[in-house]
């Protein structure tokens, strides 16, 4: 990895090349044993991953003056890049806390003779362990802010990150997409307007304009709020940094459409009945106790009508059982079909339903029972290429939902309605009782 301080190692080692008239020199970092992670030089050596540790280099006692090569083993890297055999080696220690035998080696290919290289050569093993510190350091920073970009950009969410003196933003390529700009680093006045405009294109943006007004001028504020742009839902976390504000601030925009409409699917499953589609008895109930008390205060009148299929075991034991599923969910779809948007429609149990009407009018009950009769045996049910007839018996009970009465009113309905069918089977099926 190429850094400034690499470039100023490669220009030490260029001039110490001239003045001792070495046929290589290697700027050598060296872990505590003796591997050598990195290096360069002149005129050319830039390799690493060979070791020093049996070489005999690092455990001689070096005065500053080349000696014979003949006694050390030199790695086959080192040979390798001087082009042959070593005649002379000098190595100028120049250790660091992190790389305790890192330093600056020199090779002859010939005898050096009269000429010794200068003994000043020794002081530049402070400029050289400064100078792999700081190499050392900037590759770090390199190697972090690369994993912090890797980091920003694998996190499936969009983000805004910015710095502490509020001038200084990064933003990552989901949040880019989302703002319309590039990602990486901004101005943080520049992404002003396109955090508003984003904000303007929710279909909730009134209600995240009043909710961030209200925030202005606390540095330490923290939400989370859903964005809604049409289909998409994005739930908008924002932050201080390390809860601080003075170090910056962070908005985390994370796409939970997915997520919404798998929960939403889970209640629907959870509500319904699996077989018709309509509710089940569970939300029948539920659903009903919320009608009758949002209505107890006016003390309206609600209404319960039950209905059964007439000889569905007949139609079982005849035509087998996923013919009488196909009837059972005829009969759901025209009871839905007859009733009003407003009326809740369920399956009890069995061949059984079950309806709340909301606010209906005394004539309205036994009429909304005779629809729902007209509609099933009205006419025959085709299924399987059969022409199936079948008529459902409806009894019916009406209440007024006055204060206080909303925990026991539905479970009365309910018996009295029941009562009221059981009349109708008795009297001969396919007919409507009411409750008196």
């Known amino acids: 990895m190429n850094t400034p301080d690499s470039n100023a190692l490669v220009s030490l080692s260029q001039f110490a090349h001239g003045a001792s008239g070495a046929d290589l020199v290697m700027v050598l970092e060296a872990d505590p044993d003796g591997r050598v992670t990195w290096s360069t030089g002149f005129p050319n050596a830039s390799f690493s991953g060979f070791n020093l540790a049996r070489s005999g280099v690092l455990a001689h006692a070096w005065t500053g003056q080349p000696v014979e090569a003949n006694a050390f083993r030199l790695p086959t890297a080192i040979v390798q890049a001087l082009g042959g055999p070593a005649a002379r080696l000098l190595f100028i220690p120049a250790p660091s806390d992190d790389a305790p035998s890192s330093g600056m080696l020199l090779l002859w290919k010939h005898d050096v003779g009269a000429e010794q290289p200068p003994q000043t050569l020794s002081l530049l093993a402070p400029s050289v362990a400064q100078l792999l510190s700081a190499r050392r350091g900037a590759v770090h920073d390199i190697v972090v802010r690369n994993q912090f970009i890797d980091l920003v950009e694998s996190v499936p969410a969009g983000i805004v990150l910015i710095d502490g003196d509020g001038l200084g933003t990064v933003i990552n390529q989901r949040a880019a997409e989302l703002l319309g700009q590039k990602p990486g680093k901004h101005r943080a006045a520049d992404l002003v307007a396109p955090m508003r405009a984003l904000r303007q294109r929710c279909d909730n943006h009134a209600e995240l304009e009043q909710a961030y ?93 039950m209905l059964d299929v007439d000889h569905f075991k007949k139609i079982n034991d005849t035509h087998g059982h996923p013919i009488g599923d196909e009837v059972l969910k005829v009969v759901a779809r025209r009871c839905r079909e007859a ?60 209440g007024e939902a006055l204060p206080g009465c909303d925990a026991t ?8 309605a029941d009562e009221a069918l059981y009349e109708a089977k008795a009297d001969g099926r396919n007919r409507v009782r009411m409750s008196s």
């Open 213 to 305: 007004a209200a925030q202005v001028g606390n540095l330490n504020f923290a939400t989370t709020l859903h964005w809604v742009m049409g289909e998409r839902t994005f739930e908008v976390d924002t932050h201080p940094v390390r809860g601080d504000g003075e170090q910056g601030r962070i908005w985390l925009f994370t796409d939970i459409t997915a997520d919404l409409l798998m929960a939403a699917e889970l209640r629907r499953l959870a509500s319904s009945d699996p077989l018709t589609g309509v509710p089940n008895r569970r939300h029948f109930e539920e659903r009903s106790a919320q009608i009758i008390a949002a209505r107890e205060a006016n003390g309206r009148s609600v209404a319960v009508l």
């Open 409 to 416: 009113l539905l479970e009365q309905l309910v018996a009295r």
């Open 339 to 398: 009733l009003r948007d407003r009326d809740l429609f369920a399956r009890f149990g069995g061949e059984e339903f079950i309806a709340l009407l909301a606010a209906p009018t005394a004539d309205e009950v036994p009429a909304t029972a005779e629809r729902l009769r007209n509609a099933i045996s009205g006419a025959p049910v085709n299924v399987g290429g059969l022409r199936i007839d079948v008529t459902v018996s409806v009894g019916g009970a009406m």
